[in-house]
C-alpha cells in the first residue's frame, strides 16, 4: 500500500512520507488547497483501473484494487480532517521535530542509536549491544558518515561487502564483540526450508537474499547467533514465517 505505483495515484500519507521527492510535496499542498478536486482525482484514477483491469480479469485482482481504493479514501478524510495531527505524526515517524520537513537520515540513527549506548554504559562490560539492519547504507561515502554518527566503540558489518549494491543487510553492534558471518553456510538449509513450507519463488529470492546470520563471540567466552530476517517478504503468512 505505501508504493506509488504509478503517478495519476493519490493518497496524501504515503507520498507526504515520502518528504523529499516533489511530486509528493505538491500532493501534499494539493489535498488541503482543493480538497474536493483531490477527492475527485482519487476516484477517476480507480474507475480507469477498474475497467482497464478488473473487469476483463480476475476476481481477486478486483479484490486487490478496491481494497486500495479504500485504503487512500481513508488516508483522504484522515489528512483533511486532522490536517495539524496528520503533519506532527508525519514528522514524528522521521525522528523530525514539529517545525521542519528536512533533516540527513544519518541524525535518525543517531538519535535511536543514543538511549541504547547510554544503556549499555551503565551495565557491566559483559552486557553487549546488536542491532540488526536492512537496506543499509553501501557505499564509500555513507559508510564514512555511518560510522562517524555511531558512538566511540560501535562497529559495522555489511553483508557482501561495504559496496555492494545488491546486498544492504548486516549488523551494528558495540564494542568487545566480534562477528562471523556464517549466512553461506546455512542458506542451503533456508532454501530448503522456504520450499517445504510451499512458499512462492519471489519470497524465497528475497528470504534468501536479505538474510544474514551472524555468530557473535561476546565476552567471557560466550557466543550466540543472531538472525536478521527480512520479514516483510512473508507478508501475510504469519504461520509460515513462525516456522521460518
Given at each position: 500500500d505505501n508504493k506509488p505505483l504509478?503517478?495519476?495515484?493519490?493518497?496524501?500519507?504515503?507520498?507526504?512520507?515520502?518528504?523529499?521527492?516533489?511530486?509528493?510535496?505538491?500532493?501534499?499542498?494539493?489535498v488541503h488547497a482543493n480538497p474536493s478536486s483531490f477527492c475527485a482525482k482519487i476516484l477517476e484514477f480507480y474507475a480507469e483501473k477498474y475497467f482497464e483491469e478488473c473487469v476483463p480479469s480476475s476476481k481477486e485482482l478486483s479484490k486487490w484494487w478496491a481494497s486500495l481504493l479504500l485504503f487512500d479514501l481513508q488516508c483522504f478524510v484522515t489528512v483533511t480532517r486532522e490536517r495539524a495531527a496528520f503533519e506532527k505524526l508525519a514528522r514524528a515517524s522521521y525522528l523530525l521535530d514539529t517545525t521542519s520537513w528536512r533533516a540527513p537520515a544519518l541524525s535518525h540513527l543517531s538519535t535511536l542509536m543514543h538511549p541504547l549506548h547510554k544503556l549499555l554504559t551503565q551495565h557491566p562490560p559483559d552486557v553487549v549491544g546488536i542491532v540488526g539492519c536492512q537496506e543499509m547504507a553501501a557505499n564509500i561515502d555513507s559508510m564514512a558518515s555511518?560510522?562517524?554518527?555511531?558512538?566511540?566503540?560501535?562497529?559495522?558489518?555489511?553483508?557482501?561487502?561495504?559496496?555492494?549494491?545488491?546486498?544492504?543487510?548486516?549488523?551494528?553492534?558495540?564494542?568487545?564483540?566480534?562477528?562471523?558471518?556464517?549466512?553461506?553456510?546455512?542458506?542451503?538449509?533456508?532454501?530448503?526450508?522456504?520450499?517445504?513450507?510451499?512458499?512462492?519463488?519471489?519470497?524465497?529470492?528475497?528470504?534468501?537474499?536479505?538474510?544474514?546470520?551472524?555468530?557473535?563471540?561476546?565476552?567471557?567466552?560466550?557466543?550466540?547467533?543472531?538472525?536478521?530476517?527480512?520479514?516483510?517478504?512473508?507478508?501475510?503468512?504469519?504461520?509460515?514465517?513462525?516456522?521460518?
Open positions: 504509478w503517478c495519476p495515484r493519490r493518497n496524501p500519507i504515503v507520498f507526504a512520507l515520502k518528504e523529499d521527492d516533489e511530486q509528493c510535496i505538491q500532493q501534499r499542498n494539493a555511518l560510522r562517524s554518527t555511531l558512538p566511540k566503540g560501535w562497529q559495522v558489518y555489511i553483508r557482501g561487502g561495504s559496496f555492494d549494491d545488491s546486498i544492504h543487510t548486516g549488523f551494528i553492534f558495540s564494542a568487545g564483540v566480534s562477528l562471523r558471518d556464517v549466512t553461506d553456510t546455512l542458506l542451503p538449509d533456508c532454501h530448503s526450508l522456504l520450499h517445504s513450507l510451499r512458499m512462492d519463488a519471489k519470497i524465497i529470492n528475497t528470504t534468501c537474499r536479505k538474510l544474514i546470520i551472524g555468530h557473535f563471540e561476546l565476552p567471557q567466552s560466550r557466543c550466540i547467533a543472531v538472525i536478521n530476517l527480512h520479514c516483510k517478504s512473508f507478508k501475510e503468512k504469519a504461520a509460515e514465517l513462525a516456522g521460518f
